[in-house]
């Protein structure tokens, strides 16, 4: 961790970044829901690694029962909020709820899927170990693992489609294998706000259509998901909500709203091939309503 090299207030870091000089941020939507209902607020969240910043002035809430998408180039600092949301990272300065209080009283009620690349994929256990391991919570570190437990972590991996590999080591999965068994271990932990660091990451087609209609399972439960996502192509389609990242938020709010060329270029910069992909999708998307 960093805690050592980090600096305690904002004032002692460097401000001069040229994401600093993008418009000030867009206050809290007045939502008439109370801070209880709330899955997710952040407010003037500032993250460095050895002084530098890499996230500046955060501050968003997200709404209950949403499919949040978080988008942003790389480096945009996407995988540094995810963390620093659940406490993995310390903050510079700011403050993070989860429904209403800080993250170690309600962590019941979040469920994590964590980038493939931080997993070690070479641990000796199976498949059905690593989403039981998502009920230790409820089970207790000491207690044995019951029938009853392994029921549900099979049903978790049977909802994701790969209860046949229940018992195969986590290194002998596939890529879209391993994705699958890791949101199996989100889903038994029936938490109430996901979070999602990039699900879709090197999966097929067949993965990624699972994968969504896991996320559509989990609004329609009033579930909320807050997920990094790389394809805007996608992102209409996937999500109601989204954050645009960029060190600073460019934008977040309803997607019809917020994933605009104007707002994508703010995000991207000169990046305009994945601009002009986007725009066009949106394009036709609108042409065929
Ligand atoms: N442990 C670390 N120590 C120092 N710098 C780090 C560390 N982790 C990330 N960074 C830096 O912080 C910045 C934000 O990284 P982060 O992984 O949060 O971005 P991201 O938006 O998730 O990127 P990507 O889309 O490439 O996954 C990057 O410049 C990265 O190099």
């Avoid at 978080?70 to 996407?78: D, E, F, L, S």
Wanted: hydrophobic share 35%; with cysteine.
């Amino acid at each position: 961790m960093h805690n050592n090299s980090l600096p305690t207030t904002r004032a002692d870091m460097n401000p001069k970044s040229p994401m600093n000089t993008s418009e000030s941020q867009n206050p809290l939507p007045q939502s008439g829901l109370s801070p209880t209902e709330i899955p997710l607020s952040v407010y003037d969240l500032t993250v460095a690694y050895h002084r530098k910043p890499v996230i500046w002035d955060v501050s968003f809430d997200i709404p209950p029962g949403k499919l949040v998408g978080i988008v942003g180039p790389n480096g945009a600092g996407k995988s540094t909020l995810i963390k620093t949301i659940m406490e993995l990272i310390p903050k510079a300065s700011g403050r993070v709820n989860i429904f209403g209080k800080p993250y170690q009283k309600n962590r019941h009620r979040v469920g994590y899927v964590p980038q493939r690349e931080s997993v070690d994929w070479d641990f000796p256990v199976d498949a059905l170990d690593v989403v039981t391991m998502g009920l230790y919570r409820e089970i207790g570190w000491c207690l044995p693992v019951r029938k009853k437990h392994r029921e549900r972590a099979l049903d978790a991996l049977e909802r994701v489609g790969i209860a046949d590999y229940a018992r195969r080591q986590i290194s002998q999965l596939s890529g879209g294998q391993q994705q699958r068994t890791f949101l199996a271990r989100a889903l038994v932990q029936d938490a109430d706000l996901y979070l999602m660091d990039e699900p879709f990451a090197a999966v097929d087609a067949a993965t990624e259509k699972a994968i969504v209609k896991i996320l559509q399972e989990m609004k329609q439960a009033g579930k909320t998901a807050l997920v990094i996502h790389h394809d805007l192509q996608t992102v209409p389609e996937y999500f109601d909500y989204v954050i645009l990242l960029n060190m600073r938020v460019i934008d977040h709010g309803p997607t019809a709203d917020v994933f605009t060329p104007e707002n994508l270029q703010k995000t991207y910069g000169g990046r305009l091939t994945l601009l002009e992909e986007a725009t066009e999708t949106m394009r036709r998307r609108e042409q065929s309503l």
